[in-house]
């Protein structure tokens, strides 16, 4: 099967909106990119129902079709013809001015596949008048084919084995129609593509949504001259791309005799899922016709439509179409008038569809590989087992312990237990940061005392200097007293030398006390060297000692800010 619906992984953000309304329990798998939840489909699991490409906001999901081949091959003059489901008619006002751009491009023939609804609605009842009543499922919806071929195998055995309308509608064209072009569908629906290629008669699936966008982006103008349908005009069959389309269509032919139930959305796959149980037990309470279509609002807003179409507004075409149908048969046909038409002309075995099987086996899981699933998802007792927020995209935590433990889902995807994981880091780092905090504190009351030091060390080296400038002072004393000492030993050996031979001894004490001015001058003279180096190295360990001063002020300050923010943080911290 080729893969329809794709991924964009860059794009995704781990929102688990495509898990939550993903109705195949092992299409979607969970896994981590650098640190980030992303989801990546798997498409051996994936039935094509579309609804990720709904709910994908950040465009991770999207499809492709066969828009821009079917266009490069009318282009290349490939002979083509087409037909277009009934939803088209709410989905392009425009329709019949687009028919005319088509032809322009090279289509051949347009059919309505409400007339091919029309035939499928016949052929269920020839089936049932034929086989007797016997519960069936209706199978318009491709996606829900491929849910039973791929996962619910035991329900084949009701699968409507009458063609979708689309298949009759091809079927006419080739067989009734003699139309010997390649076929293109103009089609709702994403997941017709995989019934184009189980059944080889249609080669395109040209899609509402893409054709929109291929003539958005070449700017196509559509011609102002409209163009009908070729085939001759439906019935009811108009009114299949809605929810119930079918039924009201079986009902309006054979009343309330036979029992049809419906059902759509989301909800269908729990109903199928239902109706297996119950065939099992009390397949009497089944009905003769389950109409289910895969999406919600049917194919009106079919996962190939852009869905920009307000609801009311659809209803309302279907109504006019409806009326229009009624008062149509009312002129034109007597009671059944169309019915015997197809019984005249049309053979019940054409529209019948044979199905291939193609089943998925699901992973299989032990209840203790689920135990071990809830003890890695942090779930150890009952009450955590039983959170169920949703967030993974899981209805239940069970369901993500089943996920978990078939690997197609990962612990680091459940919010509870992100939630639980950051609280326990939050607590650690509140732990060291309590420890922290108390470091900080020690540290800052023995910076404080280095600080002390420090200012009681400045002041003793302002001591010093104080005391060395004294001492130079003094120094300057000693210099001044040895120069005069020196002068006056001078003038008393002048004053010995007149005295003659009684000055002689007075001589000798004045060359005595010159000498000794002498050696306190030398003396002064080394103690002021010492004394100016010894201010320079007090000047040095000033400088230094203020450099230390800035540094420690700096420190403590730094530290005193650190221990703030911490206390803060400790103090606004969720406990
Ligand atoms: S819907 Fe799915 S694919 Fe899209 S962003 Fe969310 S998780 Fe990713
Ligand atoms: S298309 Fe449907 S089945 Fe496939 S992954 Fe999306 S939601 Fe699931
Ligand atoms: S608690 Fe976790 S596993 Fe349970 S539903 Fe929420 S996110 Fe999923």
């Known amino acids: 099967m080729r893969n329809i619906i794709n991924n ?6 781990g929102c688990n909106r495509c898990v939550r309304v993903c109705p195949i329990d092992e299409a979607n798998i969970a896994y981590e990119e650098n640190g980030r939840v992303k989801v990546r489909i798997d498409h051996s699991k994936c039935i094509a129902c579309g609804n ?14 066969d828009t821009e081949r079917f266009i490069k091959d009318l282009r290349s003059g490939v002979q083509i013809s087409m037909f277009a489901g009934p939803a088209l008619k709410s989905n392009f006002e425009e329709y019949e001015r687009l028919f005319t751009w088509l032809h322009s491009l090279g289509v051949k023939s347009i059919y309505d596949v409400s007339l091919g609804a029309d035939i499928c609605t016949w052929a269920h009842i020839r089936y049932i008048q034929k086989n007797g009543p016997k519960p069936i499922i209706s199978q318009p919806c491709p996606a829900i084919v491929n849910y039973i071929l791929m996962h619910r195998n035991d329900l084949l055995k009701y699968l409507s084995p009458v063609h979708s309308p689309m298949l009759c509608t091809a079927v006419f064209m080739r067989k009734y129609e003699n139309v010997k072009t390649k076929i293109a569908a103009l089609s709702p629906c994403v997941a017709k593509a995989y019934e184009f290629d189980a059944t080889g008669i249609v080669e395109y699936n040209v899609t509402f949504k893409k054709l929109r966008e291929y003539m958005e982006k070449n700017n196509v103008v559509l011609p102002t001259k409209a163009t009908k349908f070729d085939n001759y005009d439906a019935a009811l069959g108009s009114l299949y791309p809605m929810p119930g389309g079918l039924k009201e269509s079986v009902e309006h032919y054979v009343g309330k005799a036979l029992r049809v139930d419906k059902s759509e959305g989301l909800e269908v796959y729990k109903a199928l899922d239902e109706y297996l149980e119950c065939s099992k037990t009390s397949s009497s309470l089944l009905p003769v016709l389950f109409d289910v279509l895969n999406c919600g609002h049917g194919c009106n807003l079919g996962t190939g439509c852009t869905k920009d179409i307000d609801i ?22 007597t009671t059944n008038e169309l019915f015997k038409k197809f019984d005249d002309t049309l053979k019940l075995e054409d529209f019948i569809r044979k199905y291939t099987l193609c089943t998925v086996r699901p992973v299989p899981i032990t209840q ?28 239940t935590c069970y369901e993500m312990a089943v996920r978990v433990a078939k690997g197609v889902n990962i612990p680091n995807n459940c919010a509870e237990k992100t939630h639980a994981d950051v609280k326990r ?35 003793n080296v302002g001591d010093i200097t104080s005391s060395i400038t004294l001492y130079d002072r003094m120094i300057m004393d000693i210099e001044r007293i040895s ?33 000794l001015a002498q050696s306190s001058a030398n003396s002064a003279a080394k103690t002021k060297l010492v004394s100016e180096k010894a201010n320079q190295a007090v000047k040095l360990v000033n400088k230094s000692m203020e450099t230390i001063d800035k540094n420690v002020k700096s420190s403590y300050e730094n530290i005193s800010a650190v221990a703030q923010q911490t206390k803060k943080a400790l103090s606004s911290n969720v406990s």
């Open 425 to 459: 880091e939050h607590d650690e780092i509140k732990i060291l940061s309590r420890g922290n905090l108390e470091s900080f504190e020690t540290v800052l009351s023995e910076t404080s005392r280095i600080k002390e030091m420090v200012d009681g060390m400045v002041s």
């Open 368 to 395: 203790e590989q689920i135990e071990q699933a809830f003890i890695r998802l942090g779930k150890q007792d009952d009450k955590s087992r039983h959170f169920s927020c949703g967030a993974c995209g899981n209805d």
């Open 312 to 333: 009311f507004k659809i209803n309302a075409k279907m109504d006019k179409l409806r009326q229009e149908s009624i008062k149509k048969e009312n002129i034109e046909y």
């Open 8 to 13: 964009s992984l860059d794009s995704c953000v």
């Open 483 to 515: 120069e005069k000492v020196n002068i006056i030993s001078l003038n008393a050996s002048v004053e010995a030398a007149k005295a003659g031979q009684h000055g002689l001894a007075f001589g000798v004490v004045a060359r005595e006390i010159r000498g």
């Open 52 to 65: 990720c490409l709904t709910v994908c906001h950040h465009g991770s999901r999207y499809f492709e079709d």
